[in-house]
């Protein structure tokens, strides 16, 4: 069975920084990209980072450019996200998904997610 | 690419049909388009790719259809559990990954 577990989100005061983890089991996770998207207290989906397999394609979102960095451990089954230099409009659920193989930006499987409260 | 999704809210009764909208501002390539159900304090889940391909366990009274800049989203019977919101998706024109604001379909 395929889980993502999402930890590390919590309170942290703007212009801080924050390290989110998200541990994969039940896929063989160096085959599959894997994406982190976001969703402000009752809004929408945002997409805002992935990483291929091997860590050679890292796009980002406009607004998350610069200030956060997707990462993964193979060896470990675990992709993070590095936030840093956090805006109160950071506050949100962060979810860990993993790309379908029918397409990279297609997500099968997804966490339950980690929030994220930027706050002073 | 912006998705705009109509109507905001649907209400309808358990056994209605339910008609899901979803309108791209230019044509979405390949119709690279999906639909995922969102359930209060749960992880979004895929329910359409390619625009009309059911994904794995997915039941078949959930059917997608469309293909340039317009898409539907169908649920031939609404059973008790499909009161949710529903997100689409466009995977293919950059930047890829866009979600439309979402449909919450709520019991009437």
């Known amino acids: 069975e395929v889980q993502l577990v999402e930890s590390g989100g919590g309170l942290v005061q703007p212009g801080r920084s924050l390290r989110l983890s998200c541990a994969a089991s039940?896929?063989?996770?160096?085959?599959?990209?894997m994406h982190w998207v976001r969703q402000a207290p009752g809004k929408g989906l945002e997409w805002i980072s992935g990483?291929?397999?091997?860590?050679?394609?890292?796009p980002y979102a406009d607004s998350v450019k610069g200030r956060f960095t997707i990462s993964r451990d193979n060896a470990k089954n675990s992709l993070y996200l590095q936030m840093n230099s956090l805006r109160a409009d950071d506050t949100a659920l962060y979810y860990c998904?993993?790309?379908?193989?029918?397409?990279?930006?297609?997500?099968?499987?997804w966490g339950q997610g980690t929030l994220v409260t930027v706050s002073s | 690419i912006v998705l705009t999704q109509s109507p905001g809210t649907l209400s309808l009764s358990p056994g209605e049909r339910a008609t899901l909208s979803c309108r791209a501002s230019?044509?979405?390539?390949?119709?690279?388009l999906a639909w995922y159900q969102q359930k209060p304090g749960q992880a979004p889940r895929l329910l359409i790719y390619?625009?009309?391909s059911r994904a794995t366990g997915i039941p078949d009274r959930f059917s997608g259809s469309g293909s340039g800049t317009d898409f539907t989203l169908t649920i031939s019977r609404l059973e008790p559990e499909d009161f949710a919101v529903y997100y689409c998706?466009?995977?293919?024109?950059?930047?890829?990954?866009?979600f439309g604001g979402g449909t919450k379909v709520e019991i009437k």
């Open positions: 998904a993993r790309a379908s193989t029918i397409a990279p930006r297609l997500f099968d499987y």
């Open positions: 039940g896929f063989t996770f160096n085959d599959y990209a």
């Open positions: 990483i291929s397999w091997n860590s050679g394609n890292i």
């Open positions: 230019q044509s979405v390539s390949s119709s690279y």
């Open positions: 390619g625009a009309s």
């Open positions: 998706q466009q995977y293919g024109i950059s930047p890829p990954g866009t």
